[in-house]
């Protein structure tokens, strides 16, 4: 039997459980998953459903259950399902994790009564039979004469009035039980117990009733064979239940585990000067926030599949595209086919609050348009209507439209989603997605002229750039990058462009990076100014001034904010997405916003003191402002009255705080940037910022180190290595000539290094699973090993930290070395920036 066979609203039922955020599915056992037989201990399951029940056990936030009379050991030693397919016996007065209820003296001397009268009733009558369970006893007529059944269960239901036992009926047998059961109850105790946000059961007895009366909501219940039933599907056989529990595997190991995912460094970034959108190298929009990057998702495909919205174009005729590429010195994606291309670009210097994703078809062969876009991440249902020359989107709190002149739609059933063939055989076709707008009518500006606009802000701006004479392609793809996680309009820096893409492939390490951390965001704009680009970093510390208007105080800034500078709503899970390749939660937010990371100073003070010698190079009047030295003065501040407290630190580590290595030294780092750039640039500082210096850096110099590991450690308590501390000579803390520098650095090497990547770090930090290596901290090692004299092995890593970028250029946050794929947020700042500092050392 296949899946085709059973029958179709019951296909697209199982098809709508399968994508709830926590599935419970259960099944009775005789009559079910195994056939009814007249010797019980014949009854051997069908493999199928076997083989399903345990499949589905092992998904992610799945559950999988038998409700079964039969006692539990029974159930066990028949079924042959593994420890992490949950068994209920006897109706549900039997949990394999022990008994739901407590069976006492009185209840164990009535069952010795009902065991005795039932065994002298099975007796009279052949083919009468009991089953003993240890909270109830069953008279089982299954191979007894029809008239004899009738007898034997007449006389043991007149005998039970005085019992006080519970009495269930089934087909041919009467259970007693001298303690409530009910398989209702049961399936309620364990969807209490997993959390689940639906259930399915399966089930063909008269009992199996309290079940399916306890069903609601999105709940799925299946009867098999013949008789009345509260259960909203039916089948007839149990060969059907395997094919049933077959197919709803496959429903939810698809919504879960995505089918394929496209491989996150093959994720090519648009953007323009306040909105990002990626496309795949199929060319499908797969992401896309609006009005702001780290708003909700139109398009968030690359989390949860076609259910979670696209805009996807490709050709009639199923063909691998011939690849992908950006225009040189733009933001601008080419996707190539065969006689086929699609040209996508954000359009520049909209209005706030509107976003243009313009498409452009050319070639000589039909392609296939679909737009199914998804609103607050696929949570608000949507309406396509065909209008004029486009499609306008309603149900949404802003307003949607495609301008798509000439193209003639089909709306699908659900009316959320439109596909069109398209021929550009006689000129291009030209799709305007228009998000903040109801507007659909023709655009004043021709679409040449758009794309030049859009184009020539970026290209622009690169050649005014100063790169590193190694792999200058490739660098400048990095500064573009960067910029393009510049958002214009009020300052702010994000650090990536995605939420929840994992650090671990089917793993919960997924976090929101759509927002501005003071310390990447700084980081990002020294690197910009390091290549001749200083709007960035004045735009970044006006932006910081405006949050520390709101504080009473500089110590009390927070690691992260929005990027209009507002403190972050707490972090949330979307349930309703399976996420990247099934790795779950999809999160939206971050708890790191309410940590304590003290090293977020010093990336601050050093952007100001790049920034300042920068304007001197370029002969400004005032290279060090009043506005600037007072964000110093600021900065040293926090850190005379924090710098001595444990914190979170840079890995944000959900735990207890510690006294990181790495914060200490970006506190030392505060305040030594400060006394400099007071002492070159004649501002007055007190003398007290001199002797915290040392003080701090005494401190961090003697407690930090470790002898038994023989290198600085991640926090003066442990015997941990973190890649970051390899800034205690990256800063010029200690001189990088000192041998425990080396040490460090050998030390870092032969326990956080992995072919072509470095680790963070190794030791138990709370969360389950594991995460690739951090290419910035790659980079860190290799600013390391020129410092301490190993050119050569710089080099190595160097050119393997190249090798790890996506055929567009762009890296992610993570690299796996075994399985050598990218892993975590895309693109990420914290890379690039690691890239372009290491291109620029070699050179």
Known sequence: M?????????????????????????SDYDGTIAPLVNNPDDARPHPESTTALRALAG???????????????????????????????????????????????????????????????????????????????????????????????????????????????????????????????????????????????????????KVFKRLHGPDLGVKVGDGETLAGYRIPDTESVGTALAFLLEERRTWLLGGHATPIERLTMLANSRTIALVTPTGGVTWMCHPEPDSAAVFAHLL???????????PARSALPLGQKYLDST????????????????????????????????????????????????????????????????????????RAPGVTWTIGADDQSATATISPANGPVVLELRCGTEDLDENSIPEPELRERAESYWRDWAQTLTLPERKPGLMKRSALTLRGLVHAESGAIMAAATTSLPEDIGGIRNWDYRYCWLRDASM?????????????????????????????GPDRLHPLYTLAGTVLPPEAVIDSLPG??????????????????????????????????????????????????????DMVLAVERRWYEPDHGIWEI??????????????????????????????????????????????????????????????????????ASLYIGLSGLIDPTDPRFTATVIATEAELRSGATVYRYHRDDGLPGGEGGFHLCAAWLVEAYLLIGARSQAELLFDQLVKATGPTGLLSEEYDPVAERSLGNHPQAYSHIGLLRCAALLS
């Open 331 to 402: 933001m601008t994606v080419e996707t190539r086919w065969a006689s086929l291309q699609v040209t996508d670009y954000l359009a520049h210097d909209e209005i706030p609050g509107r976003t243009d994703l313009i498409r452009v078809v050319t070639g000589e062969a039909d392609a296939v348009v679909t737009f199914a876009p998804r609103p607050e991440f696929g949570q608000a249902p949507v309406q396509l209507v065909a209008e004029g020359d486009g499609l306008r989107v309603l149900g949404t709190n802003d307003p949607i439209v495609l």
């Open 59 to 209: 998904l992610p936030s799945t559950t999988s259950a038998l409700i079964s009379g039969r006692a539990l050991r029974d159930l066990a030693t028949l079924s042959r399902l593994p420890s992490e397919v949950h068994l209920v016996g006897s109706h549900g007065s039997e949990f394999d994790a022990g008994f739901v209820h407590a069976i006492d003296g009185d209840a164990k001397a009535l069952l010795k009564t009902i065991t005795s009268k039932l065994s002298a009733i099975a007796a009279e009558y052949a083919g009468v039979a009991i089953e003993l369970k240890p909270a109830s006893v069953a008279l089982h007529v299954r191979n007894a004469s029809e008239e004899d059944a009738d007898a034997a269960l007449s006389q043991a239901l007149a005998v039970a009035n005085g019992w006080g036992a519970q009495v269930t009926e089934g087909k041919k047998v009467l259970e007693f039980a001298v303690i409530p059961t009910d398989k209702g109850q049961a399936l309620d105790i364990l969807r209490h117990q997993e959390g689940a946000t639906a259930a399915v059961f399966f089930g063909d007895d008269v009992t199996d009733e």
């Open 304 to 314: 949860g599949g076609d259910e979670a919205g696209h805009f996807t174009i490709g």
């Open 580 to 633: 990247y390749a099934g790795s779950r939660p999809v999160r939206v937010g971050n708890a790191a916003n309410s940590q304590v990371q003290l090293d977020v100073f010093g990336p601050v003070v050093e952007l100001i003191h790049d920034l300042t010698h920068a304007r001197k190079r370029l002969g400004h009047s005032d290279p060090l402002t009043d506005a600037d030295w007072n964000l110093v003065s």
């Open 2 to 26: 296949s899946a085709q066979d059973l029958p179709v609203e019951l296909r697209r039922a199982l098809s709508e459980v399968a994508r709830t955020p926590r599935l419970l599915v259960a």
């Open 524 to 552: 990002t704009a020294s690197a910009l100014v390091a290549l001749g680009s200083l709007s960035e970093a004045e735009g970044l510390l006006g932006w910081l001034h405006r949050v520390l208007e709101h504080l009473p």
């Open 654 to 723: 959900r735990g207890n705080p510690r006294h990181h290595v790495y914060s200490k030294v970006m506190c030392w780092v505060t305040v030594d940037r400060a006394v400099k750039l007071a002492e070159e640039f004649q501002r007055a500082a007190p003398a007290s910022w001199a002797a915290l210096r040392d003080e701090i850096a005494t401190e961090v110099v003697e407690k930090g180190w470790n002898d038994s590991v023989n290198s600085y450690t991640a926090a003066y308590d442990g015997t941990d290595l973190d890649a």
